[in-house]
Structure formats: structure tokens, C-alpha cells
């Protein structure tokens, strides 16, 4: 059963796989608020509070990640959640998520409201290649064309989903090329 709710009020950083998220930036967050990782990112911040997949594919070639992290996993794959596992696991399934296929940060993001956040930050968010790359590690090698084709105008409906939960939702990823949501640099956002 998902835990809705279950951080009411707080602010979550969501730390994504695009190539402008590194280590260094993801520690920063670190006691900042709760932080949900993306699929491999949690290799990078594996303190994280959770670690959000949602494809069968990177669960069966990651399932180590997923079982030794210590937070909460949380998975939108029907499949891998019916799978035993050691660790506490969550499914997150419609209406939380939406059912047409999206990214994995859509799907935190929809999570991150069902959990009861109050704002939401968005690290790692570039949405686009950056100097060739697509993700901060070598797992995705995708050519950007399903950015423009499917994951940026999926963004387009996120501002009125927030704005009906009343949540706030920012972008600190540099250079992103989602423009849904107001862009503000991590240190900003830390000084408040």
C-alpha cells in the first residue's frame, strides 16, 4: 500500500539522471529536506529517503541497487513489485501515477505530491543531451529524440497537477530544457 501522505509539508528534492546531476551536487541537498532518487542516480546519493523506477528493464539488469538501498523503494512496475525482494517496497500504481507512459521524474513527481510534499525541486532535470550524453551514468544512451517527441510536452500539464495538490514545483537543473516550472539555482534554494 502506498504511504500517502506520509512526508505532509515537507520539501523533496528529486534527484533525476541527466548529465548535469554529479555527486557533488546531489550532497549538497543532503539534510535539506527528503530526497527521492531516479533508477541508477541512487548509486550517487544512496542516503537518499527513496529511490523511485518504474521500468522492468532497469530493474532486472539494477535489482542490487534496489535491494540494498536503505530507504524506501518505491516502483511503478507491477511486475517488479510482485517480485520478493528483501527490502521494503512500495507500488505506486494509477491514479498516484499516470498510466500512459512517461519518464520516471514525471512518475516522482506524481509520487512526491502523493506523498504529501509541499514543494518539490527538481535536480538532474536537463531533458536534452549535453555534450552527447543523456543521463549522468552510461546505462541510457537515447538521441534526445524522445525529449522533444514525448517527455517535454508531457511537462506542459504538471504546473495545473501541482497547483491543484498546492504544491510548489521548481527547477534547479541548469540549463533544462523543461520550462514548466520557474528556474532557480540550488543555492537559492538552500539559503531559504
Known amino acids: 500500500m502506498f504511504p500517502r501522505g506520509l512526508w505532509q509539508g515537507e520539501r523533496c528534492f528529486i534527484l533525476g539522471g541527466g548529465p548535469s546531476l554529479t555527486a557533488e551536487i546531489a550532497g549538497q541537498v543532503r539534510g535539506h529536506g527528503k530526497t527521492i532518487v531516479l533508477n541508477t542516480t541512487a548509486r550517487m546519493a544512496p542516503w537518499a529517503d527513496a529511490l523511485y523506477f518504474h521500468d522492468w528493464p532497469w530493474f532486472r539488469g539494477n535489482r542490487p541497487i534496489a535491494d540494498t538501498f536503505a530507504g524506501l523503494v518505491i516502483t511503478g512496475s507491477a511486475r517488479a513489485y510482485r517480485m520478493k525482494t528483501r527490502y ?105
Open 88 to 192: 521494503r517496497k512500495v507500488w505506486a500504481q494509477p491514479p498516484l501515477i499516470q498510466a500512459k507512459p512517461l519518464s520516471s521524474g514525471h512518475h516522482a513527481v506524481d509520487v512526491a505530491i502523493g506523498l504529501g510534499c509541499k514543494a518539490i525541486i527538481l535536480l538532474g532535470f536537463d531533458c536534452r543531451l549535453v555534450d552527447g550524453r543523456s543521463n549522468n551514468h552510461d546505462e541510457y544512451k537515447n538521441k534526445g529524440k524522445v525529449y522533444s517527441e514525448s517527455f517535454l510536452p508531457a511537462w506542459a500539464e504538471y504546473p495545473e497537477r501541482a497547483r491543484r495538490a498546492g504544491v510548489s514545483i521548481i527547477n534547479c537543473t541548469p540549463g533544462s530544457a523543461i520550462d514548466a516550472f520557474p528556474k532557480v539555482t540550488l543555492d537559492e534554494v538552500l539559503a531559504q
